[in-house]
């Protein structure tokens, strides 16, 4: 069983790596623009989030981890 | 990443109001909020650390007679080419006629500030982040500590992140000295973002929350029939523990001319019986002159908490009691418009860029089960349900170097 578990982890580690970006280096101009951002402005969003959170009995998962190409 | 250090002006003998709940139980979420969004928003794809900015911004909260507002100042600096530190200033003036503080108490005035520091390292394509957050007021202190790591996989498409955070209160209460409460919160995040086209991005975002402790509001009250055709008045009581599951969808789309729209729709449910809808569609437009144009429009509802009611039918009726407006049924309507302005360099020194922005969201509160206290003379159940409007406005300049 453990010998069958190593060798799927090894098979998606494998599969994983050899993934072929589907969205080439030289096809990601737009997703560097900065209104490719899901959070442009730290201070401005994080500020937002609070008056949202402070008036709403809903938490978590707000904000936007990612975005933009990452190119500078 | 926060700290409140009250400067308090008590007018009232008690201060029950919606900056107290919303700030309090808030606190802890606003400083690891904050972290998240610094700390773990990496960007998509090869992994690279943030990019070294200054803001200076102020911010304004207007409604519901409550008035809030203070600046907010983030610096972030890399040292060497792996290790980011940032730095956050931030304050709140408080001026608060709420509806709670109206129908038991009197005006108050305060002045919280909130101190943070935070770091993320990066090696390879996997970045770890550390932030700590203390928080402290006349009445309530809140220390946080905030760890990340996120991880750039599959072509440098995919973005994993994990995040886990712990806070520690201390709660206290103005007029009631025998009063000291602790209340413990850990937070559990996992994030993916996507890239799915050359033109789409998609985010992912669960969250999980645990709080343990005293987590009810020291001033508040609930209401209940006294048998003589009026109402008295009695504390809250909100049981000890609290977990939250939250679920958010994000996109955005890159529009065939230089413009991008992005949408979000989040879930949540609690222990406490309440759960929420969120949806948010938003089109972000900038022109050749350097400006950029935004504009939102986001819905929010929830149900009540199983223990919350306008209006008790006895004294203790239950072991646990709240009439907080926020664990009500209600819906929230907001409209946002933003117009940023970016300064190219013009031999600035050190400064590469700068941008100057106002943001303004007006939001629309509509109670359906949470009722108006200050109309008087009718029989207690009847009187109106409430509802409040909120302009809520940001003012800020950036320097990126």
């Given at each position: 069983?453990?010998?069958?578990?190593?060798?799927?982890?090894?098979?998606?580690?494998?599969?994983?790596?050899?993934?072929?970006?589907?969205?080439?280096?030289?096809?990601?101009?737009?997703?560097?623009?900065?209104?490719?951002?899901?959070?442009?402005?730290?201070?401005?969003?994080?500020?937002?989030?609070?008056?949202?959170?402070?008036?709403?009995?809903?938490?978590?998962?707000?904000?936007?981890?990612?975005?933009?190409?990452?190119?500078? | 990443?926060?700290?409140?250090?009250?400067?308090?002006?008590?007018?009232?003998?008690?201060?029950?109001?919606?900056?107290?709940?919303?700030?309090?139980?808030?606190?802890?979420?606003?400083?690891?909020?904050?972290?998240?969004?610094?700390?773990?928003?990496?960007?998509?794809?090869?992994?690279?650390?943030?990019?070294?900015?200054?803001?200076?911004?102020?911010?304004?909260?207007?409604?519901?007679?409550?008035?809030?507002?203070?600046?907010?100042?983030?610096?972030?600096?890399?040292?060497?080419?792996?290790?980011?530190?940032?730095?956050?200033?931030?304050?709140?003036?408080?001026?608060?006629?709420?509806?709670?503080?109206?129908?038991?108490?009197?005006?108050?005035?305060?002045?919280?500030?909130?101190?943070?520091?935070?770091?993320?390292?990066?090696?390879?394509?996997?970045?770890?982040?550390?932030?700590?957050?203390?928080?402290?007021?006349?009445?309530?202190?809140?220390?946080?500590?905030?760890?990340?790591?996120?991880?750039?996989?599959?072509?440098?498409?995919?973005?994993?992140?994990?995040?886990?955070?712990?806070?520690?209160?201390?709660?206290?209460?103005?007029?009631?000295?025998?009063?000291?409460?602790?209340?413990?919160?850990?937070?559990?995040?996992?994030?993916?973002?996507?890239?799915?086209?050359?033109?789409?991005?998609?985010?992912?975002?669960?969250?999980?929350?645990?709080?343990?402790?005293?987590?009810?509001?020291?001033?508040?009250?609930?209401?209940?029939?006294?048998?003589?055709?009026?109402?008295?008045?009695?504390?809250?009581?909100?049981?000890?523990?609290?977990?939250?599951?939250?679920?958010?969808?994000?996109?955005?789309?890159?529009?065939?001319?230089?413009?991008?729209?992005?949408?979000?729709?989040?879930?949540?449910?609690?222990?406490?019986?309440?759960?929420?809808?969120?949806?948010?569609?938003?089109?972000?437009?900038?022109?050749?002159?350097?400006?950029?144009?935004?504009?939102?429009?986001?819905?929010?509802?929830?149900?009540?908490?199983?223990?919350?009611?306008?209006?008790?039918?006895?004294?203790?009726?239950?072991?646990?009691?709240?009439?907080?407006?926020?664990?009500?049924?209600?819906?929230?309507?907001?409209?946002?418009?933003?117009?940023?302005y970016e300064f190219k360099k013009y031999g600035w020194g050190f400064i590469d860029k700068g941008s100057a922005n106002i943001f303004y969201n007006r939001i629309q509160i509509d109670y359906e089960n949470f009722r108006?206290?200050?109309?008087?003379?009718?029989?207690?159940?009847?009187?109106?349900?409430?509802?409040?409007?909120?302009?809520?406005?940001?003012?800020?300049?950036?320097?990126?170097?």
């Open positions: 069983m453990k010998f069958l578990l190593s060798m799927l982890v090894m098979m998606f580690i494998l599969t994983g790596c050899s993934i072929k970006p589907w969205v080439e280096p030289y096809e990601r101009a737009n997703l560097a623009d900065p209104i490719m951002s899901f959070s442009r402005d730290p201070v401005s969003s994080a500020y937002i989030n609070h008056v949202f959170e402070a008036r709403e009995g809903a938490r978590g998962a707000e904000g936007g981890s990612g975005g933009g190409c990452g190119c500078n | 990443m926060a700290q409140r250090v009250a400067q308090v002006v008590v007018v009232a003998v008690t201060k029950p109001s919606l900056a107290k709940t919303n700030q309090q139980t808030g606190r802890f979420r606003w400083g690891l909020v904050f972290a998240g969004v610094l700390g773990i928003c990496v960007p998509l794809m090869a992994a690279v650390l943030p990019e070294n900015r200054a803001d200076i911004m102020y911010h304004a909260y207007s409604g519901g007679g409550l008035e809030v507002n203070g600046p907010s100042v983030l610096a972030r600096k890399s040292i060497g080419k792996s290790t980011s530190l940032w730095g956050n200033y931030y304050v709140d003036t408080i001026t608060s006629a709420t509806i709670d503080v109206v129908t038991s108490a009197s005006e108050y005035i305060e002045e919280r500030t909130e101190k943070s520091l935070g770091t993320d390292y990066l090696y390879d394509n996997t970045t770890l982040s550390l932030s700590y957050t203390n928080s402290v007021e006349n009445d309530f202190n809140a220390n946080a500590v905030n760890f990340g790591i996120s991880q750039v996989m599959f072509g440098d498409l995919t973005t994993v992140t994990l995040g886990y955070a712990k806070g520690w209160d201390v709660i206290t209460a103005t007029g009631r000295p025998s009063l000291r409460e602790e209340a413990d919160r850990q937070k559990y995040k996992l994030g993916l973002s996507q890239v799915i086209t050359k033109n789409l991005l998609m985010g992912l975002n669960f969250e999980t929350i645990t709080d343990e402790g005293f987590l009810n509001n020291p001033y508040r009250e609930v209401r209940y029939l006294d048998g003589n055709g009026g109402y008295a008045k009695e504390f809250e009581e909100y049981p000890k523990t609290r977990t939250s599951h939250a679920v958010a969808m994000r996109a955005l789309y890159y529009l065939p001319y230089r413009a991008a729209i992005r949408g979000e729709v989040r879930g949540y449910t609690d222990t406490w019986g309440i759960n929420g809808n969120m949806a948010e569609i938003g089109y972000i437009h900038p022109t050749k002159q350097g400006l950029t144009y935004e504009i939102s429009y986001r819905v929010y509802s929830q149900n009540n908490a199983d223990f919350y009611s306008d209006l008790f039918n006895r004294e203790a009726e239950f072991t646990y009691r709240a009439r907080d407006k926020e664990l009500s049924t209600y819906s929230t309507q907001t409209i946002g418009l933003g117009i940023s108006d206290l200050r109309v008087e003379g009718v029989t207690p159940g009847t009187e109106p349900f409430y509802s409040l409007s909120a302009d809520v406005f940001r003012i800020f300049v950036s320097a990126w170097y």
